[in-house]
């Protein structure tokens, strides 16, 4: 049981990961292509931006991992696979409500990043990058 908690836990951070990274650097080419050298001397600033982002696929990965590991194993969620289980219009509707359950939890989660005792030691790197890239 723990090695396959473990194992999706990873799972899911190297597919958070490799989504970022894919992501990021799209748009991090399309922006050399459009304005080159525009990054030219930012190199450590983005180094230590694709560490930290890493970091952080980490932080959503691992819980992720956890949570999919518990609905596959232990029906800790309600989400289904099989589209007869429920009439058709729920799929959007239920859609609907996990993004706005979601955005709600990202936003208060987020301002409460920004209180001062935990900006510094949580949340000040996010905000570090001067200009900000695409990492």
């Given at each position: 049981m723990t090695l396959a908690i473990i194992l999706s836990a990873l799972a899911m951070t190297a597919i958070v990961a490799i989504r970022y990274v894919l992501t990021s650097g799209?748009?991090?080419?399309?922006?050399?292509r459009v304005r080159p050298g525009l990054y030219a001397l930012?190199?450590?600033?983005i180094r230590m931006e694709i560490g930290w982002s890493l970091a952080s696929a980490a932080i959503y990965g691992?819980?992720?991992g956890i949570i999919?590991?518990?609905w596959q194993q232990r029906g800790w969620t309600q989400i289904y696979t099989n589209w007869s289980d429920y009439p058709l219009w729920y799929a959007p509707l239920s859609l609907l409500i996990y993004l706005l359950l979601h955005d709600t939890w990202f936003y208060w989660t987020h301002r409460w990043m920004h209180a001062p005792r935990?900006?510094?030691?949580a949340h000040?790197?996010?905000?570090a990058?001067?200009?900000p890239t695409a990492w």
């Open positions: 799209i748009f991090a080419w399309a922006t050399q930012l190199r450590p600033q691992i819980p992720a999919a590991w518990g935990l900006f510094r030691i000040a790197v996010h905000h990058s001067r200009p």
